[in-house]
């Protein structure tokens, strides 16, 4: 292996692959969300991600890599793996393919290909390699956790494993693991750890507030409810909990008319809350790793009201650029926000005259990466997935600061705390239950007062099934299409024939679906856009059939 430095254990790596052989017919694509597909058929791939983990740890000079086995908001029958950055971050853009190509290579070509990678990206394997990993409850996971171990073995990578926790904690260790005994010291590589950086800034952060009532949360009968159980411990009666949805024994309960995904595209509660939840009470769904989240209540009129990303983005924007001036900080720190073309029109308005407010792509690591480029980046998606970005100049300055009035100095104090209880490295469910309720104390906000900053336009998000979706190129962070030629423009034409209409169409990053996102000013309006626009997007690609709700029908 000449150009590679340190030792590639060829044999042992041989003898494990035989273990976990590719099937010819299956290809693999790392996204967004890494590889997601079912969960029986990713043995080989949990193999070669193992890996691939202890290579990257290597090219960053030992530095500990994370590995989550998860499928997220997905049916319990799904499965996923993804890799974690250092900091807790997305892995680097540039080795999604590196994934994807040692997925896909065949068994006999699986070491050349290994070699050619090694080779290519320079890495020393006189490095170390450190890896942490971690599953949610999927029945699967057990049984891929041990590919992902004999991957380690096969490459001789020190393995920790984190057990079965959310995906945020799993974020939070790589981060933790990585900047112990720094200036950067994120906080104790523990879950214990976790609970208690989050806990203990929650209690300082509503201290002196009035007492919280009690917050139903819907745990997608997933890894939430465990996690959610031992924080409500460390919480005490701070903040009580009353946990639904939180089995995680029963074949095929995971996600299963539940979670922040149900309560989104349905807008409805899941039904077990039916009857349970009162009047103006606030609720709110996990999904089934706790990475995403989903608020609503039921008005006085007994309709079911959605507060969703955006609305979430909108409250904590808002409160933290009221702290910023209170602690007279205007100046030298500036709040934006994130988007993407699914947030609903009223909410950029409402944010857009408040604060910088950028629009980009689909997709964690888009936002993410665009949320750094501010002070303090607030980030959401409309499905409820998001967190806040302090950079690392405004972290010291929030340390160093001199406040000059009592005012100043709580208001920065809040500031610092806040810091502590937002899980910086991802969107965790969990950590952002916590600001809401903060925020919430704070603004004394029932539910329906906050609901009430601005009124969402109705909207309807559809689907179309597409031989192939490759055939859809978007621009302007996904909000036009290129191609088809021409379909944009009868879009457009459509669109101005409805009230504050609005539409765009995307095609999918994991399935071969299209999605449609109309709104409108009237929601019969909202939903006859989207389904003539679906209709248009139909006859374009040849597609199946668009099942319509019965509300539409």
Same mark, same amino acid.
């Given at each position: 292996m000449s150009g590679i430095r340190g030792h590639l254990p060829k044999e042992q790596i041989e003898a494990y692959s035989e273990l976990h052989p590719k099937a010819r017919h299956l290809l693999f694509s790392y996204g967004t969300a890494g590889f997601r597909t079912l969960g029986v058929v990713l043995d080989s791939v949990l193999f070669r991600v193992g890996i691939l983990a202890a290579l990257r740890s290597k090219k960053l000079d030992g530095k500990t890599i994370g590995v989550m086995i998860t499928a997220s908001h997905n049916p319990e029958d799904d499965n996923g793996v993804k890799l974690v950055d250092p900091r807790g971050e997305m892995l680097e853009v540039a080795w999604e393919q590196h994934a994807s190509t040692l997925a896909n290579a065949p068994n006999e070509e699986f070491l050349d290909a290994l070699e050619n990678f090694i080779?290519?990206?320079?890495?020393?394997?006189?490095?170390?390699?450190?890896?942490?990993?971690?599953?949610?409850?999927?029945?699967?996971?057990?049984?891929?956790?041990?590919?992902?171990e004999d991957g380690l073995k096969a490459i001789g990578a020190e393995g920790r494993d984190a057990g079965i926790t959310t995906t945020p904690i799993l974020h939070y260790l790589v981060k933790a693991i990585n900047t112990k005994g720094t200036k950067e010291e994120y906080g104790e590589d523990s879950e214990d750890g976790y609970f208690q950086k989050m806990s203990e800034a929650f209690r300082k952060l509503v201290s002196g507030r009035p007492r919280i009532q009690p917050l139903i949360i819907d745990c997608a009968n997933g890894v939430g409810a465990p996690i959610a159980k031992k924080l409500s411990q460390y919480l005490g009666e701070t903040l009580p909990f009353a946990l639904y949805n939180a089995d995680t024994a029963t074949p095929g309960a995971l996600n299963n008319n539940?979670?922040?995904?149900?309560?989104?595209?349905?807008?409805?509660?899941?039904?077990?809350?039916?009857?349970?939840?009162?009047?103006?009470?606030?609720?709110?769904?996990?999904?089934?790793?706790?990475?995403r989240l989903m608020y609503y209540f039921i008005d006085e009129r007994g309709y079911f009201t959605l507060l969703d990303g955006d609305k979430i983005a909108t409250l904590v924007a808002a409160f933290i650029v009221d702290l910023v001036k209170l602690a007279g900080l205007a100046e030298s720190i500036k709040v934006g926000v994130v988007q993407t073309a699914y947030a609903n029109g009223s909410s950029t308005k409402y944010l857009s005259e408040r604060l910088p407010v950028r629009c980009v792509p689909t997709g964690v690591k888009h936002l993410h990466h665009a949320?750094?480029?501010?002070?303090?980046?607030?980030?959401?998606?409309?499905?409820?997935?998001?967190?806040?970005?302090?950079s690392p100049s405004t972290l010291e300055k929030l340390e160093t600061?001199?406040?000059?009035?009592?005012?100043?100095?709580t208001a920065l104090k809040h500031l610092n705390n806040l810091t502590q209880l937002i899980n910086q490295t991802v969107g965790d469910a969990l950590s952002d239950v916590l600001l809401v309720e903060v925020v919430l104390?704070?603004?004394?906000?029932?539910?329906?007062?906050?609901?009430?900053?601005?009124?969402?336009?109705?909207?309807?998000?559809?689907?179309?099934?597409?031989?192939?979706?490759?055939?859809? /190129?978007?621009? =302007?962070?996904? @909000?036009?299409? +290129?191609? #088809?030629? &021409?379909?944009?423009?009868?879009?457009?034409?459509?669109? /101005?024939?409805? =009230?504050?209409? @609005?539409?765009? +169409?995307? #095609?999918? &990053?994991?399935?071969?679906?299209v999605r449609v996102y109309a709104e409108a000013v009237l929601r019969s309006q909202?939903?006859?856009?989207?389904?003539?626009?679906?209709?248009?997007?139909?006859?374009?690609?040849?597609?199946?059939?668009?099942?319509?709700?019965?509300e539409f029908m």
């Open positions: 080779r290519t990206t320079r890495i020393d394997l006189s490095k170390p390699a450190r890896v942490v990993y971690a599953r949610d409850t999927r029945p699967t996971g057990e049984s891929l956790v041990k590919a992902l539940c979670g922040a995904d149900y309560v989104k595209t349905t807008q409805r509660p899941p039904p077990s809350l039916i009857g349970v939840l009162q009047q103006g009470q606030r609720a709110c769904s996990l999904d089934g790793d706790a990475d949320a750094e480029q501010f002070n303090v980046g607030v980030y959401f998606e409309a499905n409820g997935h998001g967190t806040v970005l302090f600061h001199e406040p000059s009035t009592p005012a100043q100095s104390a704070h603004k004394a906000y029932s539910a329906i007062e906050w609901n009430s900053l601005y009124s969402d336009l109705p909207n309807r998000l559809v689907k179309v099934h597409v031989p192939n979706r490759n055939a859809f /190129k978007t621009e =302007d962070a996904e @909000r036009r299409l +290129v191609t #088809p030629y &021409g379909l944009q423009a009868k879009i457009d034409d459509l669109c /101005k024939r409805y =009230d504050g209409g @609005r539409s765009f +169409v995307r #095609p999918s &990053g994991t399935e071969d679906v909202a939903d006859e856009l989207a389904y003539r626009v679906a209709g248009m997007v139909y006859d374009e690609a040849g597609g199946e059939a668009i099942r319509r709700p019965k």
